[in-house]
């Protein structure tokens, strides 16, 4: 008689850590964790947009896990278009030098904007976006990023909308990437010391 074949054994949906070459990564914030504070932020702008038809300008690529899973809890009329900045590269820290590769599409006048990032580190990419968004003139215009390196971020403003401030670690997952990797994991891992 053949035996009945064994059942596929469930793993977890992620596995603790992230082998890249020679660095090692370990889980930091989990799904769960990451849902659960978007939940919260979702609901903070829709209380502080009542009424309101905001646009919600993704900084790529690093934001578009985040923005798509921000602007499905808030529950208003909303638009979102997306810019592109380059500066890291392949490299772990930043070269300095923002370039913006992508524009919006959309008119901004007039509009109510939310820039969504998924990472402040030196601050650089957040003062030059605000620099170029206050050129056109939007309405008003607040920032909300997924996770914050408070020691590091050097920013001319406060940030509205923050989902974690986190020490100065390199991290990747849920849209960050490290050579363009790993930006599909469900959780976000950092580098491990
Ligand atoms: P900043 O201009 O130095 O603030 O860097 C902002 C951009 O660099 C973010 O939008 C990210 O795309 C990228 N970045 C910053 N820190 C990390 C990290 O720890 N992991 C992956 N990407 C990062
Ligand atoms: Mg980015």
Redesign the pocket.
């Known amino acids: 008689m053949p035996q009945p074949q064994p059942a596929v054994p469930s793993v977890p949906a992620s596995l603790p850590t992230v082998v890249i070459g020679d660095d090692h990564f370990e889980l930091y914030l989990s799904a769960a964790a990451i849902a659960a504070r978007i939940k919260e932020l979702g609901a903070e702008i829709e209380k502080d947009y009542a009424g309101k038809r905001p646009i919600f300008i993704g900084?790529l690529?690093?934001?578009f896990i985040f923005l798509a899973d921000l602007i499905r809890e808030v529950d208003l009329d909303v638009e979102m278009d997306f810019f592109k900045?380059s500066?890291?590269g392949d490299a772990?820290i930043?070269s300095g030098n923002?370039q913006l590769l992508k524009s919006v599409d959309a008119k901004l006048a007039g509009r109510d904007i939310i820039v969504v990032?998924?990472?402040?580190?030196?601050?650089?990419?957040?003062n030059y976006i605000r620099r170029q968004l206050l050129t056109l003139r939007p309405a008003s215009l607040r920032f909300c990023t997924l996770l914050y390196?408070e020691e590091v971020?050097k920013l001319e403003f406060e940030v509205d909308y923050i989902g974690f401030k986190i020490p100065k670690?390199?991290?990747?997952g849920y849209g960050?990437?490290?050579q363009q990797l790993k930006r599909n994991l469900k959780d976000i891992y950092k580098l491990a010391e």
Request: charged share 20%.
């Open positions: 900084i690529n690093g934001a900045l500066s890291y772990k930043s923002v990032e998924d990472i402040v580190d030196s601050g650089l990419s957040m390196k971020a670690h390199f991290v990747i960050l990437d490290y």
